[in-house]
T-cell receptor, first 114, second 111 residues
Framework: NAGVTQTPKFRVLKTGQSMTLLCAQD?????MYWYRQDPGMGLRLIHYSVGEGTTAKGEVPDGYNVSRLKKQNFLLGLESAAPSQTSVYFC?????????????FGSGTRLTVV | SQELEQSPQSLIVQEGKNLTINCTSS?????LYWYKQKYGEGLIFLMM?????EEKSHEKITAKLDEKKQQSSLHITASQPSHAGIYLCGADGKAGTALIFGKGTTLSVSS
């Protein structure tokens, strides 16, 4: 089925380790987003991209980097993981600006940093 | 910045009962989205509302946006166990950025 695919689904990291979360969409969407979801905090935007080669900071960007080298992929990197980055990470994509269309979400990556 | 408040934070209803979830914005809404999330899964898009007074229905779920476009409600009629999950409302953030979300309402349906 077409949609948004996130890899990996689960990961445990040690403090200080690095990793990259991959998001791939096959709907030819221009816009892509990374959110994190924490208990009692809802979904918070980390970074987003409005097209290939572009990225921008969201509400909670510290400790994360992103890249959008290809239109279909949006990578989220953690250079030096911290326990505060334990969370569920969701990627989403959309056709246009937020108010013109809804988003399609991936199934999430559950990350634990010990 | 815009904030979305959802109420209640959680609720438990008996199967067959009706329920309402509210989403209130600190600013005028230009697009209001309702999503449902089952535990351990991603968000599923339910409905989008744009016009003041607009109402949409899908199966037994009805969403409304008030005339002033600052409040939306999600109403479930004759709830079923399949309705259980987390309901989130989302709205436009700063122009050209991304959706912001409320903290969610956790719904449990007891049979």
């Amino acid at each position: 089925n077409a949609g948004v695919t996130q890899t990996p689904k689960f990961r445990v990291l040690k403090t200080g380790q690095s990793m990259t979360l991959l998001c791939a969409q096959d709907m030819n969407h221009e816009y892509m987003y990374w959110y994190r979801q924490d208990p009692g905090m809802g979904l918070r935007l980390i970074h987003y991209s409005v097209g290939e080669g572009t990225t921008a900071k969201g509400e909670v960007p510290d400790g994360y980097n992103v890249s959008r080298l290809k239109k279909q992929n949006f990578l989220l990197g953690l250079e030096s993981a911290a326990p505060s980055q334990t969370s569920v990470y969701f990627c989403a994509s959309g056709r246009g600006q937020a108010h013109l269309s809804g988003y399609t979400f991936g199934s999430g990556t559950r990350l634990t940093v010990v | 910045s815009q904030e979305l408040e959802q109420s209640p934070q959680s609720l438990i209803v008996q199967e067959g009962k009706n329920l309402t979830i509210n989403c209130t914005s600190s600013k005028t809404l230009y697009g209001l989205y309702w999503y449902k999330q089952k535990y351990g899964e991603g968000l599923i898009f339910l409905m989008m509302l744009q016009k003041g007074g607009e109402e949409k229905s899908h199966e037994k779920i009805t969403a409304k946006l008030d005339e002033k476009k600052q409040q939306s409600s999600l109403h479930i009629t004759a709830s079923q166990p399949s309705h259980a999950g987390i309901y989130l409302c989302g709205a436009d953030g700063k122009a050209g950025t991304a959706l912001i979300f409320g903290k969610g309402t956790t719904l449990s349906v007891s049979s």
